[in-house]
């Protein structure tokens, strides 16, 4: 069974350019989760949905971030004029519905100059 | 306060000793999951443990659901277990995360 596949798996930006990640979580997963990890902290949720549903999105900074699961498989985490702030893993996972146990993709490492 | 603490936060040790880890919940536990990550890696899933003791390798996860708490046991150390351990609890299928432990294992 292929596991959590992200892309790209490394960003370099200037402030002010926008950027998408890419996650395709495992097959027959119906929940995906995004979390944003700083150097050194433990990952924060950022949004999460159930097949192509939003559960919780209370964490995601609305103005400049934006998630969408279309189909309710993958997923695409954009971040429209990125700032310095920014610079985090992004983590993409996922889960069976109603099951807890979470897998976690390689995530992709940001870098906002 | 925290839902999650894990202590120590750092642990210095020499390779061949044994670590042990601890993480406490403060609220009731559905499920808890313990995490490696090597500075700027990948966060690797190491056990999934509801409840009672799973082992891999030298590595034993024992989860007490009434205790609210779970251990992480690393025996014989070797230097490539260096790194961070995370722990982090279920609540709704939603992970909240203790804030890690630094593992220094000196050769």
């Known amino acids: 069974e292929a596991g959590v596949t992200q892309s790209p798996r490394y960003a370099v930006l200037q402030e002010g350019q926008a950027v998408s990640f890419w996650c395709d979580p495992i097959?027959?997963?119906?929940?995906l989760y995004w979390y944003q990890q700083p150097r050194d902290q433990g990952p924060q949720l950022l949004v999460y949905?159930?097949?192509?549903?939003?559960?919780?999105n209370s964490q995601l900074p609305s103005d400049r971030f934006s998630a969408v699961r279309p189909k309710g498989t993958n997923s695409t985490l954009k971040i429209q004029s990125a700032k310095q702030g920014d610079t985090a893993t992004y983590l993409c996972?996922?889960?069976?519905?109603?099951?807890?146990?979470?897998?976690f993709g390689p995530g992709t490492r940001l870098t906002v100059l | 306060g925290q839902q999650v603490q894990q202590s120590p936060a750092s642990l210095v040790l020499q390779e061949g000793e044994n670590a042990e880890l601890q993480c406490n919940f403060s609220?009731?536990?559905?499920?808890m999951q313990w995490f490696y990550q090597r500075p700027g890696g990948s966060l690797v899933s190491l056990f999934y443990?509801?409840?009672?003791?799973k082992h891999s390798g030298r590595l034993t996860s024992t989860t007490v659901i009434k205790e609210r708490r779970s251990s992480l046991h690393i025996s014989s150390s070797q230097t490539t277990d260096s790194g961070t351990y995370l722990c982090?609890?279920?609540?709704?299928?939603?992970?909240?995360w203790g804030s890690g432990t630094k593992l220094i294992i000196k050769p």
């Open positions: 949905f159930r097949d192509e549903a939003v559960i919780d």
């Open positions: 097959s027959g997963h119906d929940t």
């Open positions: 996972a996922s889960s069976r519905d109603r099951v807890y146990e979470q897998y």
């Open positions: 982090a609890l279920y609540s709704n299928y939603q992970l909240i």
């Open positions: 609220t009731s536990l559905n499920s």
């Open positions: 443990n509801p409840s009672g003791t």
